[in-house]
């Protein structure tokens, strides 16, 4: 485990985030749209456990080559109440999107931001 690796697990330790994929990720490795995506959200039951969706917050963890390593906190979600699978919806990613952009373009490398606090 990297210097860099090894911050960034205390960090999310002590910020308490669950590193697990969140839905983007999983939007693109299922390959399927936003719109597929909406009708997910609408069904307002989880995909995982067929749980029942509340409107919540999570979190959304961006790494890429892991040189890159960005926590969006707070972000608007239905979440499942039963599994805690969190469900973002596409006019909130667009936004957490560009406050990645925004921070790659800043030569971020490593950071936390809250989503209300950047969007
Ligand atoms: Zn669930």
């Given at each position: 485990?990297?210097?860099?690796?090894?911050?960034?697990?205390?960090?999310?330790r002590?910020?308490?985030?669950?590193?697990?994929?969140?839905?983007?990720?999983r939007?693109?490795?299922?390959?399927?749209?936003?719109?597929?995506?909406?009708?997910?959200?609408?069904?307002?039951?989880?995909?995982?456990?067929?749980?029942?969706?509340m409107?919540?917050?999570?979190?959304?963890?961006?790494?890429?080559?892991?040189?890159?390593?960005?926590?969006?906190?707070?972000?608007?979600?239905?979440?499942?109440?039963?599994?805690?699978?969190?469900?973002?919806?596409?006019?909130?990613?667009?936004?957490?999107?560009?406050?990645?952009?925004?921070?790659?373009?800043?030569?971020?490398?490593?950071?936390?931001?809250?989503?209300?606090?950047?969007?």
């Open positions: 485990m990297s210097q860099q690796r090894k911050q960034i697990s205390d960090l999310a002590q910020e308490r985030i669950a590193f697990k994929k969140h839905s983007l990720l939007m693109h490795e299922r390959k399927i749209n936003a719109d597929e995506v909406k009708k997910e959200e609408k069904a307002m039951k989880c995909a995982l456990c067929n749980g029942k969706m409107k919540g917050y999570t979190h959304l963890t961006y790494e890429i080559d892991g040189s890159f390593f960005l926590v969006v906190k707070d972000v608007p979600a239905m979440v499942c109440n039963q599994c805690g699978e969190a469900f973002v919806e596409i006019g909130v990613v667009r936004v957490v999107e560009k406050i990645v952009e925004v921070a790659k373009h800043d030569g971020v490398t490593l950071g936390i931001v809250k989503y209300k606090a950047a969007a």
